[in-house]
C-alpha cells in the first residue's frame, strides 16, 4: 500500500498498485466519479467507486468539501480529462461537510467573485485559483532564497520593531506594550515612553536597508527577506499595509553592478517558476485569458502569462536615464495632447505610474530600468553624482505593474551625507550608527528593495495585490 | 585578472593568476603583512606588501577597519597558517578607519566582552565570532526552507499584525496608527478603536498556527518562517521580545507522525550546517572550548561542539510520555534531597526548566520528546486523548537550551474544540474562521512550533540568545 500525495500519483505509471489517498472532495458526479486534491497539485485524482456496493449512507456524504479517505488500485484512465483513475475499494469519510452550510461559504460548487473569497481569507485556499496562486508563491519565496544563496549572499534578519523613525519611507505604525486608555504620562501629560516596554518610542519597520547596510560592511553580500509596515491611508489595488519585501545590499558594488545584480535576480526567479510551476502557470494563464474575455479587444494583453514570463526572461531590461526618460516623455503624443493627467513639463519632475506606464507599455514595450535621477526627489542616502544634481538611483518599471524594484548606490562619503542629513533636518545623533558604517572603512556600496508581493502578481497574472498575499492588511481590515 | 571573494581564493590551487581583493584590513604586521577579510568567510587572506616600494602615507593609512583594494598574484603560501597568499602589486585605500577613532570602538584589536559588543550590534558582525554565528544563521535558514520544499510543504506568510487575541500565547504589543497623545476616543471616553487604521483592536502577532492551520486544509502540508513578539518582561538569556518561528503544519498527520516530521527536519537542518559551515563551527568550537576554561572542569561539556551536533544527527531522540517523566522525576535524586526549586508532588504539576535539564541533561543525556501532557496546562487547540485528562501535546528537550520545540495534534472534532473554547472563555465569534476549519471536511492534523533563535543557539554553542540575531529587541532596548 503505497501512501502518496496526489502529485505523485497522477504522474506514475505504476499501475495496478494499491494506493492510498486522503483529501477533500472537489466534485462528485454520477454517484460514481469523485475528484480528490490534497493541496499538492491543482490537479484532482479521479476516483471511482463501485455506487451499488456503496452504502447510501456514505454515498450521500461524499459532498463538496468533505475530508476524505481512499483506498484503491491505480489505473489507467480510459477518461480524457486525466492520465490515471482510482478503482476504489474502501472510503472512509473523515470530515463532512455539510452541504446546506457549504452553501453559504465559497466551498459551493458556484463560481466566486474574488471579492467575495477575500472576505472568507481561510477558505478561499481550497478554491483552484488561491490553491496555485499560493503555491507559485511558495516556489517564487524559495527561488528568493536560492538565488542569494548560491551567489553567496548571508541572510539577515533585521529588525521589525524599530526605535529609528528617520528612513522616511512613509507613515509608520506605532508598537507600544502600554495600557493606551491609561498609558504612563510625563509631568507635562505626554506620553512617558520611558516608561514604555522599550524605554522609548518604537514602530513597525518600513525598510531593513540601513540595518542590512551595517551587515554588508562585515559580511559583504547580504539579503533580507521580511514583513515591512506602511501605515498610509492608501485603498488601491497596489497597496498593503503589510508586506514583504526582498533587500539586497552589496559591499563594493557600484550602480552597474545593482542594476546587473536586479536583472539578473529577477530573471532567475521568474526562471525557477517557470521550470517548477508548470501546472499552476497553466492554470493561471487560462484564468486570465478568461478574464481578459471581458474586457474590450484593445484593452487585453498582446501576450499571454507564460509568454509575458518568457519575455522577461529571455529579454535584456532596457536601461534609461531619468534625463533621457523625461525628454521621451515630453515629446511623446500623450504630453503634446494633454493626456497625461500629470503634464510632463521640464526636467525634475516626480515620475507618475501614468508615465511609468507609458515607457513600459506603449514606449519600449519591456522592462525598463530608470537611472540618476533628480536629488531631490530621492531619498537622502543615494549617492550624489558628479553633476551636483542626480543621485545614483535606479528603479525598474514592469509592465502592468509599475515599479517593481527601487534601489540606488548609497552615499558612501560621510562628509556629503552628513550634509545631506542636516539639509533635511535628520538628527545625526538618531542614526549614530548609521553614520558610523562610513566613519570605519566605508566603501562604495549599493543595494535595492523589491516588493515582494509585486512580484508575485506579475507571475501570476493576478491584478489586485490582495489576492496574493494570504491575509492582506489594508485600511480597515486585519480579520483574521 | 581575476575578482574573487576571499572564500574562492584560499581554496585555489591557479597560483600565479592576477587577482583584485577587496576587503577591510584585520591586522598589519611588521609592515609588511596584511589580513584582508570580506565576510565571505571566517578565514583572511594573506596580503603580502612590498614596504620598500609603498609610501609612508600608504603604509599609515592601512590600519584595522579600513576598506582596500588590493591587487596582486596569488602564490602557494611558505607560512603555516594559511595555503595562499597574494604577492601585492597595487594597493589602494577605499575607506579609511582613523586608529584613534577604533580605539573607542570594538573594532580596536583588544577583545571585548559580548555584553560591550552587544552595545554595537552594527559592528559587532565584523567580528569574528559575528561573522561566523550570523553566516551559521543564514545557512540554517536556507537549509529550513530547503527542507520543506524538498518535502513539498508550502511556505506560508501568515499575518504579522493581527485582530485576532484569541491565541494565548502570552502578552502581546499592541499597533496603532492613532497619535497616542491625542488618540480618538467614544463618548465613554475609551480609546475608539473604530477610528484606528485598522477600524478595530490590533497586536503583534504571538504566533501563525491558526491561520496556518486553515492553509493545511488547503494545501495539505505548509509551513511558516516569520517573526513573532511576546511583551513579556523577561529580562533573561533565553527570551527576545521578537524572535524567529518556524510552524509547520500537517493534513492528515497524527502526533506519531508530527514527532517523526519534527526529529527528521532537525536532524536535516544540523546535518545541513555541518556540512556547509565547517570552518565557522570550527571556530565556534574553539571559541567554546576557550570560553568553558574559565568554568570550573564540573560545568564543562564532556562533548565538544561538533560532537554536540553530531550526537543529534546519528542518535534517536527519546520519546517519553509526560507520566513516565514525572515517575523518573518524582523518585529522582534531586526531587528527594528537595535539590529542586519546584518539587515534583504529583502527577499534573507544570515542568519548569530545572525538571527539564535533569531528564536530558542528567537523566537521558539526549535530546528528549515529552509527549500526551495533562490538559490543563496545555492550549486550548490540542487534541484530547480518550482518557479525557491528557492531550495530544509534544515538546522536544534539548541539552543546554531547555524546550526548543513545542507542537501537538489539534482538536479537529468541532464539539470538542468548542466546548474547550467556553470552559476557557474564548469566545467564539472571535475565531468563527477557526472554527470553520472544523466545520468544513475537518480531518486530523498536527504540527509544532520551533523558535528559531534556540536553535541557532545551540548549533552556534553561543550562551545568550541576544547574540544570535542581528538586532536583538528585549525589554528598554530598542537601538538601531
Given at each position: 500500500?503505497?501512501?502518496?500525495?496526489?502529485?505523485?500519483?497522477?504522474?506514475?505509471?505504476?499501475?495496478?498498485?494499491?494506493?492510498?489517498?486522503?483529501?477533500?472532495?472537489?466534485?462528485?458526479?454520477?454517484?460514481?466519479?469523485?475528484?480528490?486534491?490534497?493541496?499538492?497539485?491543482?490537479?484532482?485524482?479521479?476516483?471511482?467507486?463501485?455506487?451499488?456496493?456503496?452504502?447510501?449512507?456514505?454515498?450521500?456524504?461524499?459532498?463538496?468539501?468533505?475530508?476524505?479517505?481512499?483506498?484503491?488500485?491505480?489505473?489507467?484512465?480510459?477518461?480524457?480529462?486525466?492520465?490515471?483513475?482510482v478503482e476504489v475499494t474502501s472510503l472512509e469519510i473523515l470530515g463532512d461537510a455539510?452541504?446546506?452550510?457549504?452553501?453559504?461559504?465559497?466551498?459551493?460548487?458556484?463560481?466566486?467573485?474574488?471579492?467575495?473569497?477575500?472576505?472568507?481569507?481561510?477558505?478561499?485556499?481550497?478554491?483552484?485559483?488561491?490553491?496555485?496562486?499560493?503555491?507559485?508563491?511558495?516556489?517564487?519565496?524559495?527561488?528568493?532564497?536560492?538565488?542569494?544563496?548560491?551567489?553567496?549572499?548571508?541572510?539577515?534578519?533585521?529588525?521589525?520593531?524599530?526605535?529609528?523613525?528617520?528612513?522616511?519611507?512613509?507613515?509608520?505604525?506605532?508598537?507600544?506594550?502600554?495600557?493606551?486608555?491609561?498609558?504612563?504620562?510625563?509631568?507635562?501629560?505626554?506620553?512617558?515612553?520611558?516608561?514604555?516596554?522599550?524605554?522609548?518610542?518604537?514602530?513597525?519597520?518600513?525598510?531593513?536597508?540601513?540595518?542590512?547596510?551595517?551587515?554588508?560592511?562585515?559580511?559583504?553580500?547580504?539579503?533580507?527577506?521580511?514583513?515591512?509596515?506602511?501605515?498610509?491611508?492608501?485603498?488601491?489595488?497596489?497597496?498593503?499595509?503589510?508586506?514583504?519585501?526582498?533587500?539586497?545590499?552589496?559591499?563594493?558594488?557600484?550602480?552597474?553592478?545593482?542594476?546587473?545584480?536586479?536583472?539578473?535576480?529577477?530573471?532567475?526567479?521568474?526562471?525557477?517558476?517557470?521550470?517548477?510551476?508548470?501546472?499552476?502557470?497553466?492554470?493561471?494563464?487560462?484564468?486570465?485569458?478568461?478574464?481578459?474575455?471581458?474586457?474590450?479587444?484593445?484593452?487585453?494583453?498582446?501576450?499571454?502569462?507564460?509568454?509575458?514570463?518568457?519575455?522577461?526572461?529571455?529579454?535584456?531590461?532596457?536601461?534609461?536615464?531619468?534625463?533621457?526618460?523625461?525628454?521621451?516623455?515630453?515629446?511623446?503624443?500623450?504630453?503634446?495632447?494633454?493626456?497625461?493627467?500629470?503634464?510632463?513639463?521640464?526636467?525634475?519632475?516626480?515620475?507618475?505610474?501614468?508615465?511609468?506606464?507609458?515607457?513600459?507599455?506603449?514606449?519600449?514595450?519591456?522592462?525598463?530600468?530608470?537611472?540618476?535621477?533628480?536629488?531631490?526627489?530621492?531619498?537622502?542616502?543615494?549617492?550624489?553624482?558628479?553633476?551636483?544634481?542626480?543621485?545614483?538611483?535606479?528603479?525598474?518599471?514592469?509592465?502592468?505593474?509599475?515599479?517593481?524594484?527601487?534601489?540606488?548606490?548609497?552615499?558612501?562619503?560621510?562628509?556629503?551625507?552628513?550634509?545631506?542629513?542636516?539639509?533635511?533636518?535628520?538628527?545625526?545623533?538618531?542614526?549614530?550608527?548609521?553614520?558610523?558604517?562610513?566613519?570605519?572603512?566605508?566603501?562604495?556600496?549599493?543595494?535595492?528593495?523589491?516588493?515582494?508581493?509585486?512580484?508575485?502578481?506579475?507571475?501570476?497574472?493576478?491584478?489586485n495585490i490582495r489576492d496574493v498575499i494570504p491575509f492582506p492588511r489594508t485600511p480597515?481590515?486585519?480579520?483574521?
Open positions: 500500500m503505497i501512501k502518496a500525495k496526489i502529485a505523485d500519483l497522477i504522474n506514475s505509471d505504476q499501475f495496478l498498485q494499491e494506493v492510498e489517498v486522503k483529501g477533500w472532495v472537489r466534485s462528485f458526479r454520477s454517484n460514481r466519479f469523485i475528484a480528490v486534491n490534497d493541496g499538492s497539485t491543482i490537479n484532482n485524482i479521479q476516483c471511482v467507486i463501485d455506487f451499488e456496493n456503496t452504502s447510501e449512507d456514505i454515498l450521500k456524504r461524499i459532498t463538496v468539501g468533505a475530508a476524505i479517505k481512499i483506498k484503491g488500485t491505480l489505473k489507467e484512465s480510459l477518461g480524457s480529462q486525466q492520465s490515471v483513475e455539510n452541504p446546506e452550510e457549504v452553501k453559504l461559504t465559497i466551498l459551493s460548487p458556484k463560481k466566486h467573485s474574488l471579492e467575495k473569497l477575500r472576505e472568507q481569507a481561510h477558505l478561499r485556499i481550497r478554491t483552484n485559483t488561491f490553491g496555485a496562486i499560493m503555491r507559485v508563491r511558495s516556489k517564487l519565496s524559495f527561488a528568493v532564497h536560492s538565488y542569494f544563496q548560491q551567489n553567496n549572499f548571508h541572510y539577515v534578519n533585521t529588525p521589525i520593531i524599530t526605535g529609528s523613525d528617520a528612513e522616511g519611507a512613509g507613515e509608520m505604525f506605532k508598537v507600544t506594550g502600554m495600557d493606551l486608555n491609561n498609558p504612563e504620562r510625563d509631568e507635562k501629560g505626554n506620553i512617558n515612553y520611558k516608561e514604555d516596554f522599550f524605554g522609548k518610542e518604537t514602530n513597525l519597520t518600513v525598510s531593513g536597508q540601513l540595518e542590512a547596510e551595517t551587515y554588508a560592511m562585515g559580511l559583504g553580500q547580504v539579503y533580507t527577506f521580511g514583513p515591512t509596515f506602511r501605515a498610509e491611508n492608501s485603498n488601491t489595488s497596489r497597496h498593503l499595509a503589510e508586506f514583504w519585501m526582498i533587500e539586497p545590499e552589496v559591499a563594493f558594488c557600484d550602480l552597474d553592478g545593482n542594476m546587473d545584480l536586479a536583472e539578473d535576480f529577477i530573471k532567475y526567479v521568474v526562471s525557477y517558476v517557470l521550470e517548477n510551476c508548470k501546472d499552476d502557470l497553466e492554470f493561471l494563464k487560462n484564468r486570465l485569458k478568461d478574464d481578459e474575455k471581458t474586457k474590450p479587444a484593445a484593452e487585453r494583453s498582446e501576450l499571454d502569462l507564460l509568454e509575458k514570463l518568457k519575455f522577461v526572461t529571455e529579454n535584456n531590461f532596457k536601461r534609461v536615464s531619468y534625463t533621457e526618460a523625461i525628454d521621451i516623455l515630453k515629446n511623446s503624443k500623450p504630453n503634446k495632447k494633454k493626456k497625461f493627467q500629470y503634464p510632463i513639463e521640464e526636467w525634475g519632475a516626480d515620475l507618475q505610474s501614468e508615465h511609468e506606464r507609458f515607457l513600459v507599455e506603449k514606449h519600449f514595450k519591456c522592462p525598463v530600468i530608470l537611472f540618476d535621477y533628480p536629488a531631490n526627489i530621492k531619498a537622502f542616502y543615494m549617492r550624489l553624482n558628479e553633476d551636483g544634481k542626480t543621485v545614483r538611483a535606479m528603479d525598474i518599471l514592469f509592465p502592468g505593474i509599475g515599479e517593481i524594484v527601487g534601489g540606488s548606490q548609497r552615499e558612501e562619503r560621510l562628509d556629503v551625507l552628513k550634509e545631506k542629513m542636516k539639509a533635511l533636518d535628520i538628527d545625526e545623533k538618531e542614526l549614530w550608527w548609521y553614520l558610523d558604517t562610513r566613519r570605519f572603512g566605508t566603501c562604495v556600496h549599493s543595494g535595492f528593495g523589491l516588493g515582494f508581493e509585486r512580484l508575485v502578481l506579475f507571475v501570476t497574472g493576478m491584478t480597515q481590515n486585519a480579520e483574521f
